[in-house]
């Protein structure tokens, strides 16, 4: 195969993704902007969290609540639990590495928060740890997988969520939970602050 041909391959593969998660999750992406807007909308917060490459979309996303996403607009209130790099250390050093989300979010975590977990890679007994922690705090789940994902959905409740890319591609799963993140942000914004850009 020329360069070429993989780069187009590499697209293609992609687009194809792109348009399955469309089809497939159009009305659950919908629940879960709807999810996030009650809570903010509650004075609750967003927690966010992911391993290795996940870490970068949950942190993306809790940048867009604060900051901004298109246009501007009043900081939303969220926290990622993968930004405290001595945070993650101590407690994986004196506990256990399988306790670093669960721990912050019993300190950090509150009744009707909503928690946003994006995982690529398949299933990883901290987040396991952390899904249990958020339940028994009564803290909904937002759950971003792909298909190969089979542990964490059957943890889930009935107020949870899950989002699952149609593919075993690591790359093509943190593709479609890119977008979806961008599909949320928009969402959210115009559910809260309106459809207008300013």
């Known amino acids: 195969m020329s360069l070429q041909n993989n780069i187009n391959h590499q697209i293609t593969e992609s687009i ?19 999810q996030i807007v ?3 909308l509650a004075d609750k917060k967003i927690l966010t969290c992911g391993n290795a490459g996940a870490v970068a979309n949950a942190q ?19 926290i990622s639990l993968v930004n405290d790099v001595q945070m993650l250390t101590s407690i994986a050093l004196t506990q256990h590495y399988d306790d670093i989300f669960a721990k912050q979010l019993r300190a950090l975590g509150q009744a009707a928060d909503v928690l946003l977990i994006y995982s ?9 740890k952390l899904i249990n922690a958020a339940h028994d705090k ?12 089979t542990t964490l959905p059957v943890l889930l409740n009935e107020a949870d969520i899950c989002i699952s890319v149609p593919s075993q591609s690591v790359q093509r799963i943190q593709e479609g939970h890119l977008l979806i993140t961008h599909c949320l942000c928009d969402l959210i914004d115009s559910q ?3 459809n207008q850009l300013l």
Do not use: K
């Open 16 to 34: 194809q993704t792109q348009q399955l998660l469309m089809s497939d999750t159009a009305e659950l992406i919908e629940f879960a902007a709807q």
């Open 38 to 40: 009650n809570a903010l």
């Open 60 to 78: 993306y996303f809790t940048t867009i609540m604060i900051n901004r996403y298109q246009r501007e607009r009043p900081s939303l209130p969220a």
């Open 120 to 128: 690529a890679e398949g299933s990883e007994l901290n987040l396991v």
């Open 138 to 149: 009564q803290i909904s789940v937002i759950l971003l997988i792909g298909e190969n994902e």
């Open 192 to 194: 809260l602050f309106g």
